[in-house]
Nanobody, 121 residues
Framework: QVQLVESGGGLVQPGGSLRLSCAASGGIFSIYDMAWYRQAPGKERELVASITSDGSTNYAVSMKARFTISRDNVKNTVYLQMNSLKPEDTAVYYC???????????????WGQGTQVTVSS
């Protein structure tokens, strides 16, 4: 069983930066693909960025220029560096982990509890 604990959210002014952290425990972190999602009030949850077990990254087009996902397999932590934040970035940000096994027939996935990011002046 994997537990994901997020931190780093908070209130920032437009143009500011935050770094979100997601600490994983209870599993072999290095074999999981990881991702950040976000959900604003009244909107669907959307993918922000992902990073595979071997470090390959992917971003939503609108966020690639401002956000960076990374992972530290020693600390069992995935990060989301967010720069040039805008009010429309306000959302609950969720950490996600998934692994595939038995030739991809099976998968396990886990969600963090979410951390609030508010961008406002």
């Amino acid at each position: 069983q994997v537990q994901l604990v997020e931190s780093g959210g908070g209130l920032v002014q437009p143009g500011g930066s935050l770094r979100l952290s997601c600490a994983a425990s209870g599993g072999i972190f290095s074999i999981y693909d990881m991702a950040w999602y976000r959900q604003a009030p009244g909107k669907e949850r959307e993918l922000v960025a992902s990073i595979t077990s071997d470090g390959s990254t992917n971003y939503a087009v609108s966020m690639k220029a401002r956000f960076t996902i990374s992972r530290d397999n020693v600390k069992n932590t995935v990060y989301l560096q967010m720069n040039s934040l805008k009010p429309e970035d306000t959302a609950v940000y969720y950490c996600y982990a998934v692994r595939y096994y038995r030739g991809g027939i099976y998968s396990d996935d886990y969600w963090g509890q979410g951390t609030q990011v508010t961008v406002s002046s």
